[in-house]
């Protein structure tokens, strides 16, 4: 196989912009764009006009193209509740996925989905394209190379998230238990979730606080402060709004050796002259004394191909050369632990241990599902499996 035949699944917000960077733009040599694929008929309608000097297959129905022959992937970017079901059925055909973020909205989904990818032997990756900057690329080098010592903090403030009451109301399914499946933590913040996870581990224990409906007219979390502690006794502190304008986003790793800073499109890392697991200060003439700190700023030249594109074409040379994913299967399941074990803290004002009792968690959404607002029509329940 030279090149992977991909097909894209939803032609919105995320389809729409990585299909112009795959067929209009080519940033991704190894991937061949053969099928469209959108339910709703002007969006298709859309996709039909903007590529119809293309041979392009486009269809109204998702396993329809499945079973085209059209295709040996997918790239599925549909409301989240229908990823893990979408992705299952691909895998059952034998084709590769490329999931947009979040990896589903429960973890129970997502593990079985985990399952049934391992089973098919296909490759599955998760597009979490922060993972591509380069800032977070050199952060993961430091922390990897084990130099500065074990982590002592961590601390995100990401409130640059500001979404305006337009926004909750652009789509029948947004803001809503039943059609999205919660707020800012599954929908925007995904990628720090993920970023915190990957540079970090996994902490043993969350306890979270979630503001319901604090800054818009929503039936999900706009507001949330969490609490991390990891397995060697450090802290951490995760925080996040869509109702907070300007904002900050701002990720401060402390460790043995001193900290490593990412702001303002920024890496900072400042290294202390002494490891602070030996340090004293008995040596010092001062009580107060600090040790002395050397500051290193990194600058990056900005990604010409968008991370999508450098995220799909990892993907297809997985598939053709069996060469690493950049993000697979168990990142997107510990993501959604993360934003999973935040809800459920929340929602039982407790400390989470992970792993978590997921069964518990899937109870307490079904329950806010029911009672969301969420319509297919006036007066009729939408069933939140099948928004697709």
Same mark, same amino acid.
């Given at each position: 196989m030279d090149k992977v035949r991909l097909g894209i699944i939803g032609y919105g917000a995320m389809g729409k912009p990585v299909a112009k960077w795959l067929i209009t733009e080519k940033q991704s040599p190894e991937i061949d764009v053969t099928a469209i694929c959108d339910f709703d008929a002007k969006a298709l309608d859309s996709a039909k006009e903007t590529y119809k000097d293309t041979a392009i297959k486009f269809f109204a129905d998702a396993e329809e193209m499945m079973d085209s022959g059209e295709i040996d992937a997918v790239y599925i970017a549909v409301p989240h509740y229908d990823h893990p079901v979408l992705a299952t059925k691909a895998f059952k055909r034998g084709l590769h996925v490329m999931l947009e973020k979040p990896a589903g909205v429960y973890t129970k989904a997502v593990r079985e989905?985990? +399952?049934e990818a391992e089973k098919a032997g296909v490759k599955f990756g998760m597009m979490f394209q922060s993972r591509t900057s380069p800032l977070y690329q050199k952060a993961k080098e430091?922390?990897?190379s084990g130099k500065m010592g074990q982590i002592r903090s961590v601390n995100w403030l990401i409130t640059t998230w500001f979404r305006s009451q337009k926004y909750y109301d652009s789509g029948a399914w947004r803001a809503t238990w039943a059609g999205e499946g919660g707020?800012?933590?599954?929908n925007q913040c995904p990628h720090q979730l993920d970023l915190l996870q990957w540079l970090c581990g996994m902490p043993e224990e969350i306890y979270a606080k979630c503001s319901v409906a604090q800054w818009h007219d929503v039936e999900i979390e706009d507001d949330v402060v969490a609490t991390l502690k990891y397995k060697n006794g450090a802290m951490g502190s995760f925080i996040t709004s869509t109702g907070i304008n300007p904002g900050t986003n701002r990720l401060e790793i402390a460790l043995d050796k001193g900290c490593i800073i990412i702001e303002n499109g920024k890496l900072t890392v400042k290294e202390l002259n002494v490891d602070l697991s030996t340090y004293t200060g008995k040596e010092e003439s001062y009580l107060f004394a600090n040790p002395k700190v050397t500051t290193i700023n990194y600058?990056?030249?900005e990604n010409k191909t968008a991370?999508?594109?450098?995220?799909l074409s990892a993907f297809a040379s997985a598939i053709i050369r069996g060469t690493d994913l950049i993000a697979g299967a168990q990142d997107g399941l510990n993501e959604l632990t993360l934003s999973n074990a935040m809800y459920l803290s929340a929602w039982t004002d407790s400390t989470i241990k992970l792993p978590m009792d997921e069964d518990?968690?899937?109870?307490?959404?079904? +329950?806010?599902? +029911?009672?969301?607002?969420?319509?297919v029509a006036e007066g009729e329940a939408i069933d939140a499996?099948?928004?697709f």
């Amino acid at each position: 196989m030279d090149k992977v035949r991909l097909g894209i699944i939803g032609y919105g917000a995320m389809g729409k912009p990585v299909a112009k960077w795959l067929i209009t733009e080519k940033q991704s040599p190894e991937i061949d764009v053969t099928a469209i694929c959108d339910f709703d008929a002007k969006a298709l309608d859309s996709a039909k006009e903007t590529y119809k000097d293309t041979a392009i297959k486009f269809f109204a129905d998702a396993e329809e193209m499945m079973d085209s022959g059209e295709i040996d992937a997918v790239y599925i970017a549909v409301p989240h509740y229908d990823h893990p079901v979408l992705a299952t059925k691909a895998f059952k055909r034998g084709l590769h996925v490329m999931l947009e973020k979040p990896a589903g909205v429960y973890t129970k989904a997502v593990r079985e989905m985990n +399952a049934e990818a391992e089973k098919a032997g296909v490759k599955f990756g998760m597009m979490f394209q922060s993972r591509t900057s380069p800032l977070y690329q050199k952060a993961k080098e430091i922390l990897s190379s084990g130099k500065m010592g074990q982590i002592r903090s961590v601390n995100w403030l990401i409130t640059t998230w500001f979404r305006s009451q337009k926004y909750y109301d652009s789509g029948a399914w947004r803001a809503t238990w039943a059609g999205e499946g919660g707020g800012v933590l599954l929908n925007q913040c995904p990628h720090q979730l993920d970023l915190l996870q990957w540079l970090c581990g996994m902490p043993e224990e969350i306890y979270a606080k979630c503001s319901v409906a604090q800054w818009h007219d929503v039936e999900i979390e706009d507001d949330v402060v969490a609490t991390l502690k990891y397995k060697n006794g450090a802290m951490g502190s995760f925080i996040t709004s869509t109702g907070i304008n300007p904002g900050t986003n701002r990720l401060e790793i402390a460790l043995d050796k001193g900290c490593i800073i990412i702001e303002n499109g920024k890496l900072t890392v400042k290294e202390l002259n002494v490891d602070l697991s030996t340090y004293t200060g008995k040596e010092e003439s001062y009580l107060f004394a600090n040790p002395k700190v050397t500051t290193i700023n990194y600058e990056f030249p900005e990604n010409k191909t968008a991370g999508h594109a450098l995220m799909l074409s990892a993907f297809a040379s997985a598939i053709i050369r069996g060469t690493d994913l950049i993000a697979g299967a168990q990142d997107g399941l510990n993501e959604l632990t993360l934003s999973n074990a935040m809800y459920l803290s929340a929602w039982t004002d407790s400390t989470i241990k992970l792993p978590m009792d997921e069964d518990l968690f899937y109870e307490k959404l079904k +329950a806010l599902q +029911a009672t969301s607002k969420h319509k297919v029509a006036e007066g009729e329940a939408i069933d939140a499996s099948s928004i697709f």
